[in-house]
């Protein structure tokens, strides 16, 4: 090497070592790259690995950025860390313990390099890591307190990511479908804006204890979500929160959730279940929409604000049990529920909106157990064949439906008798059970049953007679969607005549197959005919915990 050559080099690393600023040529280091705080260097070794060491802050560069020359003319410039034009060689870098901070446009377009090292003591990082798109994991640890909101931008190869419990705020993923892992500590207390919007690789997500809000579009697009925890922390779950994650095939929310906003789980066409605390009191709009597995849904008596549309398109709902803290049945509420076979509507509902039953074709049977018939639309009813759909009301209140305007346009109307007997009816201690209401007559003779509810370590439920004799029965017990689970046998021995109570048959929790039932409410519904050659409707409300 020439001695021009030896000195032209040797001015090229002062210069380097000085500012800190390379634009092009050849570059190993040792550079210089403190921030005023400390002295650090940095040096790239043959073998790829760039070693950030020393005590104190890492510079800040600018990258592009322009300065004007005049009125008319603007020369551009470019400011990257010395290594930069060195990037296709670093796979690699480490940064020793020492540093407290990785400086904005350090690490920017190495896009050869696969792995990271930050150790504790680094307290922030800036806009670092935009463009390395061959970074497969990295570690944030619990000393970083500030952390850029883009500083992943383009880590098109993350996997995975883990943030320390020091972080607060974290920015963006969005994008990143390689990402399958994140785990979030402890410091985060909001999940911003789309910060995994379109991560459609992401199937495992760990959240901090201190979450409160899961935001707007949070996990749009994560097809790959199949499941999530959110901590007990969670207090909201903003609008589009889930939208269109289609993997999702259950969801369990804390008791800590109050509300969920618009379309927060619109287009989750995999969710066959969905268990509601009773700490939400709204539910917007929407919020539930195109849902197409959603078989059945119970709405909690907290819930007093439902929005419109919140279960339109959920094709496949064929139960849905509404709390009686809700006082409105608002627009599209379940348009296009062709599943929907039934419906009651609590007696807190003081008005329906327009076009809430729409493509509702199976539905056959609507009760309403408000006494004064709810305010409605002429549209309201829009879907239901109002000439074979049953109106089921209280006895005393069929008047005033069939004086009703848009009431009295349905033709069988039918009446349910309220028994406030305690071995007919099951209290309501359970939120999530479904009440049955059913037309019956009354009886001239009283069947009942007990214990109800029958608790599982009983093995069985009785039914009693007192009055006339049974001669013939014909029993069935059905689930709370309406499918037969067993037919009952009956048998009275009593003499003609005999009027005291005794048992004439059993249910031993079990449905045809022989197999346990699962804990729920179920009706016993069925005709008995008495020694007098009278035939009586009969309908027990059952509860099995």
Request: charged share 15%; net charge neutral; hydrophobic share 35%.
């Amino acid at each position: 090497m020439s001695l021009v050559t030896k000195l032209g080099r040797a001015l090229l690393l002062t210069a380097a070592a000085v500012a800190g600023v390379v634009s092009m040529g050849w570059a190993e280091g040792p550079w210089s790259v403190g921030g005023g705080e400390g002295v650090v260097t940095a040096e790239l070794s043959e073998d790829g690995t760039l070693t950030i060491s020393g005590e104190g802050t890492m510079r800040d560069w600018r990258g592009l950025y322009t300065v004007p020359c005049g009125q008319y003319c603007i020369n551009d410039y470019y400011e990257y860390a010395p290594w930069y034009s060195s990037r296709s060689s670093i796979t690699k870098v480490v940064i020793e313990k020492g540093v407290t901070s990785i400086g904005r446009y350090a690490f920017y377009g190495l896009d050869q390099m696969e792995s990271i090292t930050i150790p504790e003591g680094v307290t922030s990082i800036g806009w670092a890591f935009s463009g390395c798109t061959k970074l497969v994991s990295i570690d944030i640890p619990n000393s970083v307190t500030s952390l850029d909101m883009s500083v992943f931008e383009r880590c098109t190869g993350l996997k995975s990511v883990t943030i320390g419990n020091g972080v607060t705020e974290i920015g963006s993923f969005k994008g990143l479908t390689n990402l399958t892992t994140i785990t979030i500590g402890d410091g985060v207390t909001s999940l911003g804006s789309g910060v995994f919007e379109g991560c459609t690789g992401l199937t495992s997500v760990n959240l901090g204890k201190n979450v409160e809000t899961i935001g707007y579009e949070a996990f749009k697009g994560c097809t790959g979500l199949t499941s999530i925890t959110l901590p007990n922390s969670v207090t909201s779950i903003e609008e589009r929160a889930f939208e269109g994650c289609t993997g999702l095939t259950s969801f369990n929310l804390p008791n800590s959730v109050t509300s969920i906003k618009e379309m927060a789980f619109e287009g989750c066409t995999g969710l066959t279940s969905f268990n509601l605390p009773n700490s939400v009191t709204s539910i917007g709009d929407w919020a539930f929409s195109g849902c197409t597995r959603l078989v059945y849904f119970v709405i909690p008596n907290s819930v007093t604000s439902l929005g419109s549309g919140a279960f339109s398109g959920c094709t496949r709902l064929s139960a849905v049990k509404i709390g009686t803290g809700v006082t409105s049945i608002e627009r599209n509420m379940f348009e296009s529920c062709a599943s929907l076979t039934s419906i009651t509507i609590p007696a807190s509902v003081t008005s329906i909106g327009q076009y809430p039953f729409k493509g509702c074709i199976a539905i056959t049977s609507l009760t309403s157990l408000s006494a004064d018939p709810p305010t409605v639309t002429a549209t309201t009813f829009d879907g239901i064949n109002k000439a074979t759909c049953k109106l089921i009301v209280n006895q005393e209140d069929i008047g005033p439906y069939r004086a009703a305007m848009y009431w009295k346009d349905f033709t069988n109307v039918q009446a349910y008798v309220s028994v406030a007997s305690s071995d007919r009816v099951v209290p309501q201690t359970n939120p999530i059970e479904v009440s049955v209401i059913a037309p019956v007559n009354r009886l001239s003779a009283e069947f009942t049953a007990g214990p109800n509810p029958a608790g599982k370590s009983s093995d069985a439920v009785s039914f009693f007679r007192s009055g006339s004799r049974i001669e013939s029965a014909k029993l069935y017990v059905y689930d709370a969607s309406g499918n037969m689970v067993r037919r009952i046998s009956v048998g009275d021995k009593a003499s003609v005549g005999a009027q005291s109570k005794r048992q004439v048959g059993s249910w031993d929790l079990t449905d045809k197959k022989g197999r346990p039932v699962s804990d729920g409410t179920y009706l016993l519904k069925g005709v008995i005919k008495s020694a007098g050659g009278k035939s009586e409707k009969v309908a027990l409300v059952l509860g099995v915990r």
